[in-house]
């Protein structure tokens, strides 16, 4: 196994390992990287080393998983983290799945009615996330064996007329999805749900504070003054949608839709569609292909 050290250059291990991107993301640590070390990074980022190497260690090597090392690391640093990856599932990963899915049914035979009980698993899968990210991260997950039936129905039942190649993209972000839900549950479940019983056990009362629902500012520090809504017409002028349609899509004026890009050039200081494109796609909001070229 290939451990990350304060002394790697961070850049070498994401280009061979892309889907780190997302998990340092996380950390509020974008892309343009250079050939900076690990610790070099740390510290311009102002984020705990050793946690941030045992998190990547943790994604890197599918059998490493330090419980002991978790557990020495305060409540409050392991709950930003998995408060985070919670927001980057709700903005990132899950409207992908549900952009390749939509994008297969529609474009393979309308006659098959397999597809439409599988888009049905997959709102039971979501509504399942949804529903134990609102209720707070010791709430139980029932998500990820959703979606894993969904992935195996994918590969092993699904027949007729449908785009092949579309599947692929569903199964492949599905699989990205369900391999980082593993890695996310255990530690909330061996590391997070033990330091609570532990707090519970010693009469402190206040943990309560540290797991709740999750906050809008957990986005990027340099993104905290952007709202939700704000958030929502970013990506949707990233994916091409004129003012109109996305004053349609998301049913609010046309007005709005120009106050709120008005204040999301203010904020980000980025006036071009594609300076925007390439903001989302860097912060991982939205994917490089889901933009028609």
């Known amino acids: 196994m290939a451990f990350l050290t304060p002394a790697s250059i961070l850049s070498e291990i994401v280009s061979v390992n892309y889907l780190l991107i997302p998990v340092i993301n996380r950390f509020g640590i974008k892309l343009g990287l250079e050939d900076k070390s690990v ?16 998190i990547l260690n943790t994604y890197l090597n599918e059998d490493y ?5 978790l557990q020495e690391f305060e409540i409050d640093l392991v709950t930003d983290y998995l408060k985070r990856t919670d927001m980057y599932y709700m903005h990132g990963q899950i409207p992908n799945i549900e952009k390749h899915l939509n994008a297969l049914i529609a474009t ?9 009980l599988i888009r049905k698993l997959f709102f039971r899968f979501k509504d399942a996330l949804i529903h134990r990210i609102n209720n707070g991260l010791l709430d139980d997950d029932t998500s990820q064996a959703l979606l894993l039936d969904l992935k195996n129905i994918l590969i092993k039942h699904i027949s007729g007329s449908f785009n092949e190649n579309l599947c692929y993209a569903v199964v492949f972000s599905v699989d ?23 707090l519970s056990e010693a009469g402190v009362d206040d943990w309560q504070s540290l797991i709740g629902k999750p ?44 106050s709120h890009r008005k ?7 980025i006036k071009t569609v594609s300076g925007l494109i390439f903001y989302c796609i860097s912060h991982g909001y939205i994917s ?4 028609e070229l």
């Open 288 to 291: 490089a292909d889901e933009i």
């Open 263 to 269: 204040n999301i050039t203010a904020k980000l200081g």
């Open 215 to 258: 906050k809008t500012n957990l986005l990027l520090e340099e993104d905290s003054a952007i709202s939700v809504r704000e958030l929502d017409v970013l990506k949707l002028v990233a994916l091409g949608l004129l003012n109109k349609e996305i004053a349609d899509r998301l049913n609010i004026s046309l007005n709005t839709v120009l």
């Open 108 to 116: 393979s035979d309308p006659n098959n009615k397999q597809l439409e």
């Open 65 to 69: 998983f330090p419980e002991k090392k």
């Open 176 to 198: 990205s999805l369900l391999n980082d839900l593993s890695k996310h549950n255990r530690i909330r479940e061996k590391i997070l749900k033990p330091m609570i019983a532990e």
């Open 39 to 54: 610790k070099t990074i740390c510290t311009e980022y102002n984020q705990n080393i050793d946690f941030f190497l045992t």
